[in-house]
């Protein structure tokens, strides 16, 4: 589904990204660990679009990817540690802009879809200024699949959540998988290991795979004290 080869990116001239490549099949989680400046953040953005590397290619479906032919819009949806919201706006006004050129029907998405699974139709009055940090997540996450994605890319998504908002997220996530999507996330916390099938640690610009048989409690132990990324 996802395949990045030799990917490079740089901060002027310091090196962040350094010749990554990464492959994440149908109905896989691919989890990105690392410590704070890894550059996790950094790699998620190369893979949705956001940002250009300065070399390597990216495919969907074996279809390159790059900023001119639409493939980054079509295959991946990204949800940012930053809720991409407008604050002033409700949550119904925040859907439409999203939903208005999409393929996706918002009134059916509200009525039976993903928004509904993600409890959106119950609050589209309300001002986005007026949620809490999990329902804005869920707002982020809905709008990211305005355009019905096959990959979601997700930094950090139940960080600062309580713990019933941080489980629900998850359950969300395992049904979109279920029905065949990909998701890739960046992590710090340890329940989020379980819904990955390839483990990677991000360190010096290189992806390292981690072992399966290497236990959560090990990768979270050399994570814990670090929350903020590039």
Request: hydrophobic residues 40%; proline residues 3%.
């Amino acid at each position: 589904m996802l395949q990045a080869l030799d990917i490079s990116f740089y901060y002027g001239k310091k090196c962040i990204l350094n010749n990554i490549s990464l492959q994440a099949d149908r109905g896989m989680c691919i989890g990105i660990f690392g410590t704070n400046g890894c550059g996790k953040s950094t790699l998620l953005k190369v893979l949705s679009g956001v940002l250009t590397p300065r070399q390597g290619e990216i495919y969907f479906d074996g279809k390159k990817a790059d900023k001119k032919n639409g493939v980054f819009f079509q295959y991946a949806g990204y949800v940012p540690q930053d809720n991409p919201l407008m604050e002033d706006l409700t949550v119904l006004d925040n859907l439409k802009l999203w939903y208005t050129h999409s393929k996706s029907n918002l009134q059916a998405e509200l009525n039976h879809g993903v928004l509904r699974m993600l409890h959106l139709h119950t609050m589209l009055k309300t001002k986005v200024s007026a949620l809490s940090g999990g329902m804005k997540k869920r707002l982020s996450i809905g709008l990211a699949l305005a355009g019905q994605p096959l990959v979601l890319i997700l930094d950090e998504p139940t960080a600062a959540l309580d713990l019933p908002c941080k489980e629900d997220i998850r359950s969300h996530l395992k049904l979109f998988m279920k029905h065949g999507g990909t998701v890739i996330l960046a992590t710090h916390e340890e329940p989020d290991f379980e819904l990955c099938d390839k483990r990677y640690l991000l360190k010096n610009g290189s992806l390292t795979k981690i072992e399966s048989g290497i236990p959560n409690q090990q990768i979270g132990a050399l994570l814990r004290d670090y929350t903020d990324d590039i």
